[in-house]
Structure formats: C-alpha cells, structure tokens
Antibody, heavy 116, light 110 residues
Framework: EMQLVESGGGLAQPGGSLRLSCAAS????????MHWVRQAPGKGLIYVAG????????QYADSAKGRFTISRDNSRNTLSLQMNSLRADDTAVYYC?????????WGQGTMLTVSS | QAGLTQPPSVSRDLRQTATLTCTGN????????AAWLQQHQGHPPKLLSD???NRPSGISARLSASRSGNTASLTITELQPEDEADYYC???????????FGGGTKLTVL
C-alpha cells in the first residue's frame, strides 16, 4: 500500500524555523516528483514546493522562495521541508504529495502553527 | 502567485448532474490540462482525475473530466450524498515553473 506520513509540525515562533518530514512507503520513491502543499484553516490548497525524483531539480511557490528549502533522502525514502523566517500566515496543515500527472498520493498532513 | 479560477459554490439536487469549472490560461490549463481533487472535511485531498482526464483506479465512472481551451471541467452525474465535498483543480504552470491550484468549489447536494 502506498503511504505518506508527515511529521514535524507544531508550534513555532514568528521568525523561527522548523523542519517537516514525510516518510514514503509502498512505491519506488526515487522515480517520482514529490511536493509540499499547504492548507490554512478553512482555506484552499496552496502549492509550496516540489523536488524531482533524483533531487536534481526543485520548484517553489513565490511565498516559499528564499525561506523554504525542499530536499529528499532517497536512501531513506524521506522528503523534507526546511522552513525559516516563519510568519503567522505560514500557519497551515502541510501535506506531502506524490506527483503522477496530478497529485495522486497524499499524506494525512501535519499542522504548523506560527504564533508568539 | 496567480491561481486557477473556480466558482466558490455549486448546489444541485440529489441524482442530478453537476459540472464544475476551472479557468486558467495558456500557460497552465490550456497547455498541460488540469487535475481534479476531492476533499471531504477533515481529510486529505483525493485525486479524481489526472491532467490527461484519466480516472485513477477506484474512482466512480459517474465522474468525467474534460478541457476546452483554457477551461477544464469536471462532470458528476447521478449526484449522491457522498459527493458533497470541496473540489479543487490543479495544473502545472510553465510560466511560473510551479503547480497552481484553484480556490476550490464547495459542492452541495440538496
């Protein structure tokens, strides 16, 4: 069974940093683009960042450029998102998702709250 | 970052047909097509149709996706109570070099 499990969310201070992780299983992880998508409470889905299967190419939404860094460890089937300079509007559920002509496998999400 | 445009809400009667729309431009929907996702409250999204309008295994044949120019559509026939959910479209945008989402449509089955 294909599965994605996010972790690392919680409460962070404005201006602080946090690292999210996503553990993948049930598919050949290194052959897929993987992405982070977030959803603020009661709001819609917002694209954050993506990374190619071999880690050699990345994509970022404007809101993430310069603050967030996506990475992957194919030896551990793990996707990560390093988030720096956090702001209140980064508060959201963060999902990792697999891309196959669309986002076809999703995790349950991990909640990040940015507040003092 | 510019996204895709979806009507905020659509209401239809039980067993009727609903067509949800998603409008983009020539850099996203018009170029690469759009994928459709369904999200029930408190759950992660689920892919209903990929950007080639193919349904993943297990998705009901009552759902069909299409595209005309820069507008993608998702049609759901014989509406059931479980179809009541939020629906999102998504597309790769070649000018932004990033994926974009629509704002979502809340489908209410009366």
């Amino acid at each position: 069974e294909m599965q994605l499990v996010e972790s690392g969310g919680g409460l962070a201070q404005p201006g602080g940093s946090l690292r999210l992780s996503c553990a993948a299983s049930g598919f050949t992880f290194n052959t897929y683009w993987m992405h982070w998508v977030r959803q603020a409470p009661g709001k819609g889905l917002i694209y954050v960042a993506g990374i190619r299967g071999d880690g050699g190419d990345t994509q970022y939404a404007d809101s993430a450029k310069g603050r967030f860094t996506i990475s992957r460890d194919n030896s551990r089937n793990t996707l990560s998102l390093q988030m720096n300079s956090l702001r209140a509007d980064d508060t959201a559920v963060y999902y990792c998702a697999r891309e196959a002509d669309g986002f076809d496998v999703w995790g349950q999400g991990t909640m990040l709250t940015v507040s003092s | 970052q510019a996204g895709l445009t979806q009507p905020p809400s659509v209401s239809r009667d039980l067993r009727q047909t609903a067509t949800l729309t998603c409008t983009g431009n020539s850099n996203n929907v018009g170029d690469q097509g759009a994928a459709w996702l369904q999200q029930h409250q408190g759950h992660p999204p689920k892919l209903l149709s990929d950007r080639n309008n193919n349904r993943p295994s297990g998705i009901s044949a009552r759902l069909s996706a299409s595209r005309s120019g820069n507008t993608a559509s998702l049609t759901i026939t014989e509406l059931q109570p479980e179809d009541e959910a939020d629906y999102y479209c998504s597309a790769w945008d070649s000018s932004l070099s990033a994926w974009v989402f629509g704002g979502g449509t809340k489908l209410t089955v009366l």
